[in-house]
């Protein structure tokens, strides 16, 4: 075991405080991570807050973690000290069901373990990247590719697999056309991907404030959602419509976008159900899914796509002492795109 410096929430809605952790000694298959970069992510709020339900205290979130290997247990194959690598939504899975088997860990079975605010194998609490270090299974580690900075690579560990798994799962590139709705840290990643993966992008946004932003990260065109002739002009328009905002739609205007055959992907998520009229799917046999970041060979695939593309979060970085701050600005749609939390100053 190793005591680590860490910030935690003490209990729901409490703001988040220096502390110490343990992490488990490096077992057999093990690598230890000298954390050096953290993203704030959206769900980290949600969870310190219990917006999705009961939650595990003390917690340290972070789930968008960006570090160097430190050690490496003796069974382990894929790594070695020094190596850059990221670690994401999940520590762990079950590894034999249908889904782990086919490299979508992130709907085993069984649950995957999650990085934090569950119950790892070993019983004991999962703690996240506001952290010096983690411990690791190997299979649950990505290698971040020397062409991305640590920084700007933790992001994508959540935020740049969220909208790379559903852009490819729905076959964004050339030819087709991909609407994102939202320009936060999800959707700022969704429209460099899908321009990178060679799609036309249009942002939908509530209004035109970040629209200089918007055109500079690669998208063909921004439309304010509050000017109604945006949903005139552009119906049955788009094959993709990546919806990153958490707060309830009109989803039948929203739907009347796509083309025949076209999908609605919902990655935020509204605390409350919603309600949609079917006929809004019926005319042109459209679709409204969601999906949940990616599999730990598709997170990989995703990073290597993002250096070999220049694709990379917009960050502001942050000392420890100022994530309570950044928690309030996240609220406020005050962060262009992803805080970053330099763990040095933890
Ligand atoms: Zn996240
Ligand atoms: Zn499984």
């Known amino acids: 075991m190793s005591t680590v410096t860490a910030y935690a929430a003490p209990a729901a809605k409490a703001p988040l405080e220096r502390t110490t952790i343990e992490r488990r000694a490096v077992g057999e298959n093990d690598v230890q991570i000298d954390i050096t970069f953290v993203g704030i992510c959206h769900s980290d709020i949600h969870q310190v807050r219990e917006g999705w339900g009961k939650a595990i205290f003390p917690m340290v979130p972070g789930h968008e973690i960006a570090g160097v290997v430190r050690e490496v247990g003796p069974g382990v194959t894929k790594f070695k000290v020094g190596d850059r690598v990221g670690v994401g939504c999940m520590v762990d899975s079950c590894r034999v069901c249908d889904n782990c088997k086919a490299g979508l860990e992130q709907y085993c079975a ?27 299974d190997e299979n649950y580690v990505v290698r971040i590719p020397d062409g991305l900075s640590l920084d700007v690579a933790a992001p994508l560990l959540c935020a740049g697999i969220t909208t790379y798994s559903p852009l490819r799962r729905w076959n964004a590139g050339p030819g ?11 959707g700022h990643l969704g429209v460099k991907i899908a321009h990178a993966l060679g799609a036309e992008v249009t942002v939908l946004s509530q209004s035109l404030r970040k629209k ?7 998208a063909d065109q921004y439309r304010a959602t509050s000017d109604p002739k ?47 009229v079917l006929q809004s799917l019926f005319g042109n046999r459209r679709s409204m ?26 960050i502001e970085l942050i000392r420890a002492d100022e994530i309570n701050d950044a928690y309030e600005r996240v ?9 970053v939390i330099d763990t040095a100053t933890l």
């Not at 598709?298 to 220049?310: K, P, R, V, Y």
Request: proline residues 4%.
């Open 176 to 186: 087709s056309k991909v609407a994102v709705v939202g320009l936060g840290g999800l």
């Open 331 to 339: 609220l406020a749609s005050d962060v262009r795109y992803r805080f």
């Open 230 to 276: 945006t949903f005139e002009e552009l119906a049955g328009r788009f094959d993709i419509i990546l919806c990153t905002v958490s707060a309830p739609l009109d989803f039948a205007a929203y739907v009347s976008l796509l083309r025949t055959d076209g999908t609605m992907v919902n990655l935020g998520l509204p605390e409350e159900p919603v309600q949609i």
């Open 110 to 136: 069984d649950g995957p373990v999650w990085t934090y605010n569950a119950v790892g194998k070993d019983g004991q609490p999962t703690y996240g990247g506001y952290s010096q270090k983690v411990v690791v």
């Open 289 to 314: 899914s969601s999906s949940g970041i990616g599999g730990i060979a598709e997170t990989q695939e995703m990073l290597d796509f993002c250096a070999e593309h220049g694709v990379a979060a917009e």
């Open 212 to 218: 200089g932003d918007g055109l500079r990260l690669g």
